[in-house]
């Protein structure tokens, strides 16, 4: 019974995480890029992998710097490949490790047109195509794919204007989708 309920119980630093998206999405961006620092220290450089990757892919957004950016979103990459679909499948059910890579894929392609970085922004974008098929016919997954569509055309036109747009101001999808609004993990969108 109480090993039930343990499992049952909701996940208190994807909480605390999520409180963080908020003040982030709310516009306290200092605040929020605070509090995912402090929860970094709690998790470590070896801790839990959802949590590991969930906190990067969201504070790669609170980075004022693109190769802080960037080196966030590798660690939610790095995170992600740890992954296994067991795991998400105690945070939320209707997760997949798969489903994360459309959208990290496209985070570090767009971090590597802000560098000038126009084939790895490429070689990312490829990458986040190719994963799409992971993704639900839904509203999330159209926004991904419209982000991904969006950057592809701009990498066909001039592809090296570092002009600091990422996925959001690509139009990416929404950074939420839980039952109750809760920051499922990434999938992510800037404000």
Sequence with gaps: MAEQQ???APDAMMTRIGQA???????????????????WAEIGEDGDPLHRCTLAHYMADTQDDPSDELAWDLRALSAAEELTDGRIAEHHDSLAVRAFYPSLHLNLAADYVKLGRTEAARTHLRRARGAVGALGEDSYGDGVRAAIGRLELRLEG????GSGEGPGSLGGPGSSGGPGGETLGPPRRRS
């Design 6 to 8: 343990e499992q049952a």
């Design 21 to 39: 998206v908020m003040l982030h999405h709310g516009g306290d961006r200092e605040e929020a890029r605070g509090r995912f620092l402090d929860l």
């Design 158 to 161: 001039d592809g090296t204007s």
